[in-house]
């Protein structure tokens, strides 16, 4: 157990926060605004009831990463049957980017509507004026929908015709990969629809340009797509990586001009091989790499029992950024775990290797 006052990151284990209250703000991920971090997620419960969102979006803050001071919810579920967020729905992975030019925050997380499973595979989003919220939930959308991706041939932009969608017919996707899978014909059928997004990531750029990045087409191929100016909408400019390949959990870095990724497979709650890839271009072409974790083969195969959600640059320190993951408990959704591990460079190419405890001095180290 992490003691309140430590200095430390204890990989896996109780982390509490300013009230001895372990930290509930899973899937999450931190924006770093005038000299304070805020660690954004979902606030689960006790028991498997713990997996659907009963009460909304946790923040955090915090000036050193280490110890993290309760502000409460952030996005609230809504009590209003009618509304989207009602309690009971699927919110998952909440990101927050800060738009510049509007002054104002910016929530984007997976939506799954209430009582219907995975199915629905939608971005919600939701805006305020202070990194603590209160956050005013916007709308919710599928993305992308009547623009075609930028990196396919002509042939393949047009939607599906009658005998193509009589052949899809009573197939089913279960999130993962299938023998009757179809790796270039999803994006064809939710043209008009919007694009499946479910797991999911933001990333800003240099150029304040900001992407949201999820998995798509029945989780089958990942989406990189540009926000519009004000981050509140998706702008039709977007390419489809890894058709076919099933990640999860994706979560981007640039390091040295390169586009890094670090995602996982889906198998669910269970944890998976991380997969990293490599980008010259945040549209690619994208290089899939060797599984960035060292050590055991448990613990490459399941990435230190985790998942990845999140990757933190370390503000004022030049190549640090911490790896972070979750450590999920289905069965108790609000024991589940965070996983932070530094990032190493081996070959300039990121290196991650479990540490029972370190801290932000790892990174002063000299020449790794
Ligand atoms: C894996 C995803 O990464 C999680 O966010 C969550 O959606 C689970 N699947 C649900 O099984």
């Not at 919220?133 to 959308?141: D, E, L, N, T």
């Not at 009589?166 to 790796?183: I, R, S, T």
């Not at 989406?223 to 702008?235: C, G, M, V």
Request: aromatic fraction near 12%; proline fraction near 7%; glycine fraction near 8%.
């Amino acid at each position: 157990m992490q003691d309140m006052d430590s200095k430390q990151f204890c990989p896996g284990e109780f982390w509490p926060d300013d009230q001895g209250i372990h930290i509930n703000a899973h899937g999450g991920g931190v924006l770093h605004h005038q000299g304070r971090y805020y660690w954004y997620g979902e606030h689960k419960i006790e028991g498997e009831a713990g997996n659907q969102a009963q009460v909304g979006v946790h923040v955090y803050s915090s000036s050193d990463l280490y110890q993290w001071k309760d502000e409460g919810i952030a996005l609230k579920v809504d009590d209003d049957p009618q509304s989207e967020i009602v309690r009971g729905c699927i919110l998952e992975r909440p990101k927050v980017i800060y738009n510049r030019t509007t002054g104002k925050f910016v929530m984007w997380f997976h939506l799954e509507l209430n009582g219907i499973g995975y199915s629905s595979a939608r971005s919600g989003i939701a805006v305020a004026d202070r990194p603590t919220g209160p956050f005013q939930y916007v709308k919710s959308i599928r993305p992308n929908a009547g623009a075609w991706p930028m990196n396919v041939p002509d042939e393949l932009k047009k939607p599906l015709d009658a005998a193509e969608l009589a052949q899809m017919k009573g197939l089913e996707f279960p999130g993962n990969w299938v023998p009757h899978y179809p790796p270039h014909q999803i994006f064809r059928r939710d043209f008009d629809a919007g694009q499946m997004a479910r797991d999911m990531n933001l990333f800003v750029d240099e150029d304040e340009t900001a992407y949201h990045i999820y998995s798509s087409e029945e989780n089958g191929v990942l989406h990189i797509s540009q926000l519009s100016e004000d981050y509140l909408q998706s702008s039709g400019r977007y390419v489809r990586i890894f058709p076919g390949k099933f990640h999860e959990a994706p979560a981007l870095m640039k390091h040295r001009g390169k586009y890094f990724m670090i995602s996982s497979g889906c198998t669910g709650w269970h944890p998976n091989a991380a997969r990293l890839s490599v980008a010259d271009s945040i549209w690619g072409p994208w290089q899939e790499l060797e599984n960035p974790c060292i050590g055991t083969e448990e613990e490459k195969s399941t990435t230190f029992n985790s998942q990845s959600t999140f990757i933190l640059p370390v503000a004022g320190k030049e190549d640090a950024y911490i790896f972070m993951a979750d450590r999920w408990r289905p069965e108790n959704a609000i024991d589940g775990r965070y996983t932070w591990l530094p990032i190493q460079f081996k070959n300039e190419l990121p290196v991650l290797e479990w540490k029972d405890r370190w801290d932000l001095n790892f990174f002063a180290a000299p020449a790794r």
